[in-house]
């Protein structure tokens, strides 16, 4: 059993910038994808990045290109979220997720078997 604990989140102005964090939990061997997702007030679940564990694959949506980057320090089993140059419409909540495997269907939520409670993220302009 996976289980994820997101953390980090806040509000903040457009411009600055956020960490999150993702503590993970349980049976990690063989490969695995680890996702960011997020979700905008009223709208569908949106994949933000993600990244193949073990060979570090990484994966980007378009719109954060650049600004945000996924990263994992494997010694304290945590994934990160770093983003730069927020801006209003990135806010959401924000959801680390877990599938077997490696990440070529990272953006559809639905392939996901384990996600954390999610971590609030508002950008004020």
């Known amino acids: 059993q996976i289980q994820l604990v997101e953390s980090g989140g806040d509000s903040v102005q457009a411009g600055e910038s956020l960490t999150l964090s993702c503590a993970v939990s349980?049976?990690?061997?063989?490969?695995?994808?680890m996702s960011w997702f997020r979700q905008p007030p009223g709208k569908e679940r949106e994949g933000v990045a993600a990244?193949?564990?073990?060979?570090?694959?990484?994966y980007y949506a378009e719109f954060v290109r650049g600004r945000f980057t996924v990263s994992r320090d494997s010694a304290k089993n945590t994934l990160y979220l770093q983003m730069k140059k927020l801006k209003p419409e990135d806010t959401g909540m924000y959801f680390c997720?877990?599938?077997?495997?490696?990440?070529?269907?990272?953006?559809?939520?639905?392939?996901?078997?384990?996600w954390g409670q999610g971590t609030q993220v508002t950008v004020s302009s």
């Open positions: 349980g049976d990690l061997s063989g490969r695995v994808c």
């Open positions: 990244i193949t564990v073990p060979g570090g694959s990484i």
């Open positions: 997720a877990y599938k077997r495997d490696s990440c070529p269907s990272w953006n559809y939520p639905n392939r996901f078997s384990s």
